[in-house]
C-alpha cells in the first residue's frame, strides 16, 4: 500500500473540525462522565475511562476541562446519559453506524432521522448494518515521529499480538482485536514508539464506493450527523477516495 493513509483522510477531517472544538469538547466530557460514573474516576483503575481520557487529549482537550467533567462524576451528580446505536444507509447504499451519548432519545432519534432522509439516505432497524462491522482497536505510528523502518514495526506489533499492518508514505496504521487493543498500545510505548491516535473503532467488513453525483449529499448527511451534540461517533463503509484508484 502507497500513497496516502486512510489516518490521513481521517486527520483532514479532524482538521476540519477545528472550528467545532467546543462542540468536540461537550461530546468528550460525557463519555468522561459516564465513564467515570460506572467504573470510577481513576483512569488507571478504570480502562474504559482510560481510553476515553487519551481521545480527549488527542483533540487538545484542556486538562481543566477533563478534570471539571471527572469532579462531577466522583461529586455525585446524578445526570444520565443513555448509549443508543442507530443503522441505516446514506446516498449510493453505503452503509452507517451512529453512536449516541443523549440524555434525551426522542430528540436524538428525531435529529438523526432527519439527517438521513433529508439527504438521501435510509434509517434501518436494529442489526441492519451492524454485522458489516467489527470493533477492532486501530493504532497509527507517524512514520515523521518514529523512524522504525516497516519489518521492525511488523515484527513489533505481532508479537505483541496485533493482527494487520497497513503501510504508506505518511503512516503505519496497526489493526487488533478489541480485547488486545489495550496490551498492542502499551507494550508499542513501552518499546519507544510515540503512538499518534489509539481508539477502539467500528471497521467496515468491506467497501462501498460513493457514487460521484452522491459525494456532495454523503459528505452534507455525514457533516449534519458529527454536527449533533449527542452523536458521538459516526461509522461508515464508504471506500476512501484512493481505494478506489
Known amino acids: 500500500m502507497s500513497g496516502h493513509s486512510k489516518w490521513h483522510n481521517i486527520q483532514g477531517r479532524k482538521n476540519a473540525q477545528d472550528a467545532k472544538r467546543g462542540k468536540i469538547f461537550q461530546k468528550l466530557s460525557r463519555e468522561l462522565y459516564m465513564a467515570a460514573k460506572s467504573g470510577g474516576a481513576d483512569p488507571n483503575d478504570n480502562a474504559a475511562l482510560r481510553l476515553i481520557v ?18 462531577k462524576a466522583e461529586g455525585g451528580s446524578e445526570e444520565h446519559y443513555d448509549e443508543v446505536t442507530y443503522e441505516g444507509y446514506a446516498p449510493g447504499g453505503v452503509a452507517v453506524l451512529v453512536e449516541a451519548l443523549t440524555d434525551n432519545k426522542n430528540r436524538t432519534a428525531s435529529a438523526v432521522r432527519v439527517a438521513f432522509t433529508r439527504n438521501g439516505g435510509s434509517l434501518g432497524s436494529s442489526g441492519s448494518v451492524s454485522y458489516m462491522f467489527d470493533r477492532k482497536g486501530y493504532l497509527v505510528l507517524d512514520r515523521t515521529k518514529n523512524s522504525q523502518d516497516e519489518d521492525t514495526v511488523l515484527m513489533d506489533i505481532m508479537d505483541l499480538g496485533a493482527d494487520d499492518l497497513q503501510t504508506s508514505d505518511d503512516a503505519y496504521e496497526i489493526y487488533t482485536e478489541a480485547k488486545d487493543f489495550t496490551a498492542v498500545r502499551d507494550g508499542l510505548i513501552e518499546k519507544g514508539y510515540e503512538v499518534a491516535d489509539a481508539e477502539l473503532k467500528m471497521i467496515p467488513q468491506n467497501t462501498t464506493p460513493v457514487p460521484e453525483d452522491k459525494k456532495e449529499q454523503f459528505e452534507h448527511m455525514i457533516d449534519q450527523l458529527e454536527d449533533d451534540e449527542d452523536v458521538s461517533e459516526v461509522y461508515t463503509a464508504a471506500a476512501d477516495d484512493d481505494d478506489e484508484e
Not at 54 to 71: E, S, T, V
Request: glycine share 0%.
Open 54 to 71: 487519551d481521545k480527549a487529549r488527542a483533540a487538545n482537550m484542556p486538562k481543566d476541562n477533563i478534570k471539571r467533567a471527572l469532579d
